[in-house]
């Protein structure tokens, strides 16, 4: 296993937090588990699927029964299905992208709500790209479902974030791009620095792999 959201997990657990691995395969979830359990890491594998509603809702009722609060939450699931121009793009792409890059997240989000309203500071980390700034546009016209996504999970940290501030709850939250093919260690660090921040951490920003803000 050598992928974002695992080695994400594995830094985190040598943190010593219990690691939630929230995945819709149970072969693969279970095989994560079993690994991170090898490294003396507290981990236990969860079945969400980000595009299913019952299994975002009960894996939401499964952390509070099991531990009553979240501390930690990262939108990891992605998807890029297309690189046509966007003349090309089929609705079906665009749905179907959406429904991962952006419905998802939103699900898991409103579902987990009131289990990060419980920690003492809560954290949440959305895994965006650089190809959904409109402020580092990309010279070739093309991957319109996914840039778009992107752009609009953007838009839900920003939107999240005012809502935290509004209500003072103690929850920070992010967009980070881990880079475009880094090492995934290289791009773990940067989704842990924001998944840990202390209480005078930034939120409500877009930041790359090296920590630096980008512009929406």
Do not use: C
Request: aromatic content about 8%; overall charge neutral; proline content about 6%.
């Amino acid at each position: 296993m050598a992928g974002i959201g695992f080695e994400t997990g594995r830094q985190l657990g040598e943190q010593g937090l219990i690691v939630l691995i929230a995945a819709r395969d149970k072969t693969r979830g279970e095989e994560a588990v079993r690994i991170l359990k090898n490294e003396n890491i507290q981990a236990k594998w969860i079945e969400l699927d980000v595009t299913r509603q019952e299994t975002i809702d009960n894996a939401a009722q499964q952390v509070l029964n099991d531990y009553g609060r979240l501390d930690i939450l990262i939108n990891n699931a992605g998807v890029r299905l297309e690189g046509e121009p966007p003349s090309q793009t089929l609705m079906t792409k665009m749905r179907e992208t959406f429904e991962t890059n952006f419905f998802g997240p939103f699900a898991v989000t409103k579902a987990f709500l009131p289990l990060l309203k419980n920690s003492d500071k809560a954290r949440t980390v959305n895994i965006s790209s650089r190809m959904g700034s409109f402020g580092k546009l990309l010279p070739v016209p093309s991957r319109l479902a996914y840039t778009t996504s992107k752009a609009a999970l953007n838009m839900m940290t920003v939107q999240f974030d005012k809502e935290f501030r509004t209500q003072n709850w103690n929850i920070k939250i992010n967009s980070v791009n881990p880079g475009n093919y880094p090492p995934p260690t290289q791009a773990a660090r940067a989704i842990v620095h924001f998944a840990t921040l202390p209480d005078d951490g930034p939120s409500g920003a877009f930041f790359d792999s090296e920590k630096n803000q980008m512009p929406w």
